[in-house]
């Protein structure tokens, strides 16, 4: 067991206001620095093939906001990034680790295509099949920005790190279309914030928390505990631009979001570490983002700053269900 760790969640945390120096909330700068660029909120949606898809990654990236596609259809990758910069547009795909993808990244460097960011998105992350990919990218593709993951431990963050890359993703089976835990008994579900908290104290280069968000607040929160970025599946999905299946129940419109380890999405039943949900239809992406980066500027007014950083270094208390006392109706 690891006796000095302090385990909470999301739900368990709140931060502690202070004096609040700006008139209005709409005085407060939400941009965040990564990978050498400005995004407008720290928040990325996730590289699902229920969230993302080629229309919606180009228009998150003339909006300023950062994506990562997918890598769910790898023949269409190549083109993609000629397309992304063909419109002036940064390019940010994912790759897996298996050889057709060694093949894959040797194609880029041929045709002298750099996407700006490459993330290695496998559900282990900590293992030699990640660090082999990330050296094979930093000599193929130097100038590539690369994110690799997922882990769950200030060794994963370490290694992969000294590896070569210039990011990190933290988290294990927090996902809400998750069944890691339950399948195979490990991760971070439930205790996501301690393990990103314990992971950033480890990291010497940015670090993106990915999974478990179900509030806006919680973005607030894992900028408190470390993160540079924050990747969010299931408050994205359900939108009219994210690319879930429409499903119309008793009247109602949803849409379909399933994890990347589901039936679903492999076509098989093996290693199956996902399921599909339905979320109630949500409308545009537009209001969501436009909510989110409201909410974080008066996540950022409470922390009696101007900029993200304020975040960084508020006060906290450990309420114990504290969500359930208070916020529920
Ligand atoms: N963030 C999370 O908690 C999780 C995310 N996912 C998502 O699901 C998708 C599929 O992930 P993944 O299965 O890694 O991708 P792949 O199916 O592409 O597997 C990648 C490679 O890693 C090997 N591998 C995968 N898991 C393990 C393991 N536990 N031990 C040893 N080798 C392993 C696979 O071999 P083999 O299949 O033969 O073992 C394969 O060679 C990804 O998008 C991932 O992000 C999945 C689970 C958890
Ligand atoms: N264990 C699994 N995790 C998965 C799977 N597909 C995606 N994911 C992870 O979930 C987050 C999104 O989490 P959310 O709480 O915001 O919905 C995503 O970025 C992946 O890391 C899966 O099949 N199994």
């Given amino acids: 067991m690891i006796n000095e760790l302090q ?34 909120i720290p928040v990325v949606p996730a590289n699902m093939q229920t969230i993302i898809d080629a229309p919606l990654a180009q228009w998150l990236a003339e909006h300023d906001y950062f994506y ?27 790759v897996g680790v298996k050889p057709e993808e060694y093949t894959f990244i040797n194609d880029l460097a041929k045709a002298h295509l750099t996407p700006e960011f ?40 370490r290694e992969l790190e000294n590896a070569g890359a210039d990011a990190t993703k933290v988290g294990i089976g927090p996902g809400k279309v998750c069944i890691t835990k339950i399948k195979t008994g490990f991760g971070t579900g439930g205790w996501q ?23 806006h607040g919680d973005i607030a929160k894992s900028i408190r505990f470390g993160a540079s970025m924050v990747m969010i599946g299931s408050l994205f999905a359900g939108h009219e631009e994210t690319p879930g299946r429409l499903v119309e129940k008793d009247g109602e419109q949803f849409k379909e979001y399933y994890g990347s380890a ?38 950022i007014s409470y922390a009696g700053g101007r900029d993200i950083d304020s975040l960084r270094t508020v006060d906290y208390v450990i309420v114990k269900n504290s969500i359930f006392n208070g916020d529920s109706n």
């Fill in 68 to 94: 990562i596609m997918h890598r769910f259809a790898p023949e269409t990758r190549l083109t993609f990034v000629k397309n992304m910069h063909d419109k002036n547009l940064f390019a940010s795909i994912s």
């Fill in 262 to 299: 589901s039936a679903y999405q492999k076509g098989s039943h093996h290693n199956v570490e996902g399921k599909k949900i339905l979320i109630p239809y949500k409308g545009p992406i537009s209001r969501t983002l436009n909510e989110m980066h409201e909410d974080l500027q008066s996540s």
């Fill in 193 to 215: 914030l301690a393990a990103l908290r314990w992971c950033a104290k480890a990291a010497r280069k940015p670090i993106i928390a990915d999974g478990g968000v179900r509030t």
């Fill in 118 to 157: 490459i993330t290695i998105d496998i559900a282990h992350g900590h293992s030699q099949n990640v660090i082999d990919m990330i050296q094979h990218i930093k000599k193929q593709l130097p100038d590539s920005f690369v994110i690799a993951g997922n882990v769950g431990t200030p060794e994963g963050v």
């Fill in 7 to 40: 385990v909470f969640d999301y739900e368990d945390i709140q931060l502690i206001p202070n004096k609040c120096i700006v008139k209005s909330r709409s005085e407060v700068n939400t941009t965040v620095d990564f990978g050498g660029r400005t995004f407008k």
